[in-house]
T-cell receptor
Framework: AQSVTQLGSHVSVSEGALVLLRCNYSSSVPPYLFWYVQYPNQGLQLLLKYTSAATLVKGINGFEAEFKKSETSFHLTKPSAHMSDAAEYFCAVSSGSARQLTFGSGTQLTVLP | GAGVSQSPSNKVTEKGKDVELRCDPISGHTALYWYRQSLGQGLEFLIYFQGNSAPDKSGLPSDRFSAERTGGSVSTLTIQRTQQEDSAVYLC???????????FGPGTRLTVL
């Protein structure tokens, strides 16, 4: 069975600082991995995805993530945080014939002025 | 184009009542998913449709939950005899068959009093 672990339920960074949100996965097969963002009272918006092509994946809003098989990690980064990045971020792995998503518990990102 | 839409956006009901939640997927998307987001359980997969059939109902939490999809488009999630623990945000997502990316609707917030 697939699983996802997000380290840190809350992360605070200063505006302009590096954002690093951690995600580790467990998968018996090569995984498809995703990062989604959720703003208050909204649905989930796809930031980026890894589907066995390039290990460094670039997404929207300046975010990127690197797939590291040896570390079973897919951490999300952004060089310089903006106030508008404040939201909850979810890492997910796709599994099963239905390709349903298994989500991590989420990380709430706060950006301090 | 139009995204995934869900209705109602908010639903307040009394314990023991039945509720119906509706999802309109993106036109042309044959795969449809229901997820539940609650404080205690995070984001959980409920059910998946490919066309009008639901080959995977493994995520439905009890026999009070059912879902159908007609015409390969609109889906309805029905919860019978609602309980307080059913209070959550119910999210719908759709994707092109065989594709990896799921697009989410804004969700229905269900409150059971």
């Amino acid at each position: 069975a697939q699983s996802v672990t997000q380290l840190g339920s809350h992360v605070s960074v200063s505006e302009g600082a590096l954002v690093l949100l951690r995600c580790n996965y467990s998968s018996s097969v090569p995984p498809y991995l995703f990062w989604y963002v959720q703003y208050p009272n909204q649905g989930l918006q796809l930031l980026l995805k890894y589907t066995s092509a390039a290990t460094l994946v670039k997404g929207i809003n300046g975010f990127e993530a690197e797939f590291k098989k040896s570390e079973t990690s897919f951490h999300l980064t952004k060089p310089s945080a903006h106030m508008s990045d404040a939201a909850e971020y979810f890492c997910a792995v796709s599994s099963g014939s239905a390709r349903q998503l298994t989500f991590g518990s989420g990380t709430q990102l706060t950006v301090l002025p | 184009g139009a995204g995934v839409s869900q209705s109602p956006s908010n639903k307040v009901t009394e314990k023991g009542k039945d509720v119906e939640l509706r999802c309109d997927p993106i036109s042309g998307h044959t795969a449809l998913y229901w997820y539940r987001q609650s404080l205690g359980q995070g984001l959980e997969f409920l059910i998946y449709f490919q066309g009008n059939s639901a080959p995977d109902k493994s995520g439905l939490p009890s026999d009070r939950f059912s879902a159908e999809r007609t015409g390969g488009s609109v889906s309805t999630l029905t919860i019978q005899r609602t309980q307080q623990e059913d209070s959550a945000v119910y999210l719908c997502a759709s994707s092109v068959a065989g594709a990896d990316t799921q697009y989410f609707g804004p969700g229905t917030r269900l409150t059971v009093l």
